[in-house]
């Protein structure tokens, strides 16, 4: 059977990086209480002349030099971001001119945080149904730009940055030895939209909006969603927590995954945390969490990976691959 296989990742941030004193003059917060509630020290943030278009281009670029491939081996782009450029066209269709490639096609995935779980599966399908043989998935935001700066309990938490990977049709036998992507769930309950959103958009108020959140319900619900849906994947795939090697959670809060990977019985030691560095960059977070767990040498070819995500909608997911 075809599998969606993983040939090369990478990542871009921004050259500035903000840090959690640097908030301390311009609301009324404390390094202390955003580390002790979230777990985030810094995060990037995205100058005028860094977009969503540029990094997520940047972030292909990379994954496509680890892959040794160039742009003209792939046939389809998806890119998970809540932030782009323009209202449309699609910022995958501009970082596709970005990277001169002027065949095949691309379109942007629309889950906020858990866009690049949503464009992963999506990818994988189209991969699995001969519509593709290589796709690049990028993850790229810059929730800077949408961010109310004198909201401390929401402009601290957010960063800026991007991730991909370039996904590869491959032969596998249908069992959890394959490498590929071997299962994913994917969910999302509209009646929670009111607890994390933006607060405007073209067909409201005409304008672009910023981010409002009720972090404490936001908070109560994450566990219960993340854990059951990574639970269903577990399921899908004949699999226990016990046969992963690496849990690669969204990275929005500390808290959330720790209690998440407890609940699972995941062992710490294969839980990967980057939300320290870079907070929470949305649809970017788990593909930046990836990048920096390959370049240090943790994930390797044949390791079972758990990408899991949650964010406005809710919409929440979970994809596991073998790398
Ligand atoms: N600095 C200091 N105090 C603050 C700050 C801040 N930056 N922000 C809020 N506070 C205050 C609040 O005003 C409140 O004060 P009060 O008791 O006088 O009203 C107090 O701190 C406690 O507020 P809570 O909201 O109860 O704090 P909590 O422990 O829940 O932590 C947080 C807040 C970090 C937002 C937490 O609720 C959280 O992480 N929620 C989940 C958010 C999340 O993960 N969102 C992303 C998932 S989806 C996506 O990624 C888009």
Redesign the pocket.
């Known amino acids: 059977m075809i599998r969606s296989v993983v040939r090369g990742s990478g990542a871009a941030l921004p050259r500035r990086i903000m840090k959690n004193a640097d ?1 301390e003059g311009m ?4 390094d202390e ?2 580390v002790q ?2 777990g985030i020290r810094q995060r990037h943030v995205a100058a005028d002349d860094e977009t969503t278009a540029s990094l997520g281009e940047a972030a292909a670029r990379a994954a496509l030099d680890s892959a040794g491939l160039t742009p003209a081996d792939i046939d389809l782009i998806v890119l998970a971001t ?1 932030t782009p450029n323009n209202t449309f066209p699609a910022t995958a269709v501009e970082i596709q001119n970005r990277l001169g490639m002027h065949h095949g096609f691309a379109f942007d995935m629309q889950a ?3 866009g690049f779980v949503y464009a992963v599966a999506t990818a994988d399908l189209y991969i699995r149904g001969g519509l593709a043989k290589r796709v690049l998935v990028i993850g790229s935001e810059t ?1 800077s730009r949408i961010l109310d700066w004198s909201d ?7 960063g800026d940055g991007a991730g991909a990977l370039v996904l590869e049709a491959g032969e596998g036998v249908g069992g959890v030895a394959d490498r590929g992507v071997l299962a994913a769930s994917l969910r999302s309950d509209g009646v929670h939209k009111d607890k ?1 959103f933006v607060d405007g958009g073209p067909s409201t108020t005409g304008t672009v909006g910023h ?1 409002r ?7 109560k619900h ?1 566990v219960g969603m993340i854990t059951d849906v990574i639970e269903a994947t577990f399921a899908q795939a004949g699999i226990t927590a016990d046969d992963l090697d690496w849990f690669v959670p ?1 990275q ?2 500390k ?2 995954i720790d209690a998440s990977a407890k609940k699972l019985g995941i062992a710490e030691q294969k839980v990967v945390v980057t939300v320290d560095l870079h907070g ?1 960059t ?1 649809a970017a ?1 788990v593909p930046l969490a990836l990048s920096v767990a390959v370049a240090d040498g943790r994930i390797k070819k044949g390791d079972l990976v758990l990408l899991e ?4 909608g ?1 919409t929440w997911g979970a994809v596991l691959v073998r790398w």
């Open positions: 908030f609301v009324e917060t404390s209480w955003i509630r979230t809540s906020v945080c858990s929730f401390r309990s929401t402009c601290v938490l957010f994390l981010l959140m009720e972090g404490r319900e936001v908070f994450a969204h929005a809060n808290r959330i929470n949305s977070s995500a949650m964010g406005g809710f």
